[in-house]
């Protein structure tokens, strides 16, 4: 079987203190490894720096998931230096062949996938289709209803590191996060 796709981007999300997988983190490496074992893809990049206060990075805890799950160590390579979705892609595109515009599967929670697709076309500079992981309402419930500020931040550009924002929006932004529920 061809691989249809040169990755499989699986993105991170904050660990527990503890350094644990969060539930969703675990439906998403479930996901990626689903999809790299149905032939997909020969690789999966792993997406996310460290969570402060946990001894490893995101990514590290994505691969040793991965390889319970038995993805090849070989086929992981894991890119830990980022911190939001916007630096996921740019971030992961280093690992990928810079002589074309590599075509990408990437693996986030079902809410997240639109914000995601959109910011690998445009900042990650790649092809991209999406394999979502499917998350139980009761756990997505204030995420989803964050998500669509979060797509209108990056839309203005203060997620790209070209603009900044300015503080009435700041403050606006938080107010309005703070009180989603």
């Known amino acids: 079987m061809s691989k249809r796709y ?3 981007l699986l993105l991170g999300l904050k660990l527990n203190s503890d350094g644990t997988p969060k539930h969703e983190l675990m439906l998403r490496i479930e996901k990626a490894a689903q999809c790299y074992h149905a032939g997909l893809a020969p690789l999966i990049i792993p997406c996310g720096g460290q969570t402060p206060g946990t001894p490893l990075s995101e ?5 040793r998931e991965l390889m319970r799950l038995g993805v090849a160590q070989s086929a992981i390579r894991c890119e830990g230096q980022s911190q939001i979705t916007v630096e996921n892609f740019r971030f ?8 074309r515009r590599p075509h990408v599967l990437i693996v986030t929670s079902d809410y997240h996938m639109l914000r995601s697709r959109l910011i690998c076309r445009i900042s990650g500079g790649m092809h991209a289709a999406g394999c979502a992981a499917r998350i139980p309402y009761e ?3 204030t995420a989803a209803r964050k998500e669509p ?10 997620q790209s590191g070209r603009f900044r924002r300015p503080r009435l929006y700041t403050r606006f932004m938080y107010f309005l996060l703070d009180r989603i529920k």
């Open 92 to 99: 992961a595109r280093r690992v990928l062949p810079a002589e």
């Open 139 to 141: 756990e997505k419930r």
């Open 59 to 63: 990514s590290e805890v994505m691969q």
């Open 149 to 158: 500020l979060h797509l209108i931040d990056y839309m203005l550009g203060y």
């Open 6 to 8: 040169d990755a499989i």
